[in-house]
Structure formats: C-alpha cells, structure tokens
C-alpha cells in the first residue's frame, strides 16, 4: 500500500488546512480536506450522480466506475455501506463520510479523477471525503505508467491507498482482511478516519 498527499494544492492553501486525526500516519500540510475554489467542475457526462440513502453508516463506499471494488471494500470495514458508483446524501440531512474507491486501470482511474475534480469543484453534495483507494486490477505488478497515473489522480483526495491484488476474491473467497500488510494498514486508517474524526460541514 501506498499512502500520499495532495500534490495538487500549494503550500499556502495547505497552511489552513485542518489538523488529521492522529494515527494515520499523515504529517499536517499538504491536504485538501475541502473543495477548492477556482476548479472546473467536469462534463455532466463524468459526473457521479447523487443518491438519497437511507439508514445510517460509519462510512460509506462510493465506486467511480462499476467493479470498483465497493463491495469488497465495504465488506472489510465495520459499520460501512456501498453507494451504488453514486455520492451520498443523508436522509437527515448530516454530512456523510465517504471513501471513494477504483480499480488501477485507465479506465478506472480516469473515472476517479473525474469524481475527485467533481468533488473539488464543488459539485458533488456536501460530504466529507476520506480519500481515495485504488485496487490493483490484476496480479502482479501494476505497470509504472499506471502507478505514476494513480499518484496524480490520487492527488486530488486527501488520502490515496493503493492495495495489492488479492487472488482469493477471483475465486469467490472473501477472507477478512486480506492477508497483505497493505490492508491491514488501510482498514487501521479507516477505523481511525471514521469514528475519531469530526464531520466537517463545506460551506
């Protein structure tokens, strides 16, 4: 796994940025915790629609593109939800915390950057966005075009996790978690994400 920050910001705006929840590893400057003022929202044709969602969630899992891994996600995390490729909107009008998620393939990716600069826009409902996890789409080792691509799409979210592939799932197992440190990491930074750390409101 890999976990970075926002390239896409500079240091001043990242002077103003708020504190992280401690125990995720993430040194304070240099993260976008809100939407941005100035950014092009996307095409409407690459935009996330929104979704009501009933009930209620630690975190819910938004999928950029169909066979993201939502529900593989969803299922190692206590207390989180899918969305349905779709962002949230709460019945009672509460602003949600959201992981989106995405496969490392072109296709995948490119639909991550169009929900992130979505987000960054301010086109996306309010929410609070965790960050963004990319899975491998297949064994090995993902090509460096694709790993250098990830990096900057993952630029545009607070968090980037990137997690190995995890053979058992072709296979229809769902072992919880993976065995990879990769996850197990990612799932400690989740738990800490969602349940330490205040929903903050976008004005």
Not at 25 to 41: D, F, N, S, Y
Not at 65 to 90: F, K, M, N, Y
Not at 121 to 140: F, N, Y
Request: with cysteine; glycine share 8%; charged share 20%.
């Amino acid at each position: 796994m890999h976990q970075s920050l926002n390239p896409w910001i500079t240091r001043d705006a990242a002077d103003s940025a708020h504190e992280e929840a401690p125990g995720t590893h993430l040194p304070p400057e240099a993260v976008i915790t809100a939407p941005l003022k100035g950014m092009v929202e996307p095409d409407t044709a690459d935009r996330l629609g929104h979704r009501t969602m009933p009930g209620t969630a630690t975190l819910w899992i938004t999928g950029a593109h169909g066979g993201a891994g939502e529900s593989r996600i969803a299922e190692l995390l206590d207390g989180a939800r899918v969305t349905d490729h779709c962002w949230p909107v709460l019945q009672d009008g509460s602003t949600p915390r959201v992981l989106l998620v995405c496969r490392a393939d072109m296709r995948g990716l490119t639909t991550a950057r169009n929900a992130l600069t979505q987000w960054a826009s301010g086109a996306a409902p309010t929410l609070d966005l965790l960050g963004l996890a990319v899975l491998a789409d297949a064994p090995g080792k993902t090509p460096k075009a694709l790993r250098d691509f990830a990096a900057i799409v993952g630029g545009g979210a607070p968090r980037l996790w990137t997690l190995p592939w995890v053979e058992a799932w072709r296979h229809g197992d769902t072992p919880t978690p993976p065995p990879a440190r990769e996850y197990h990491r990612f799932i400690t930074d989740l738990a800490v994400l969602a349940t330490d750390t205040p929903p903050r409101t976008h004005h």
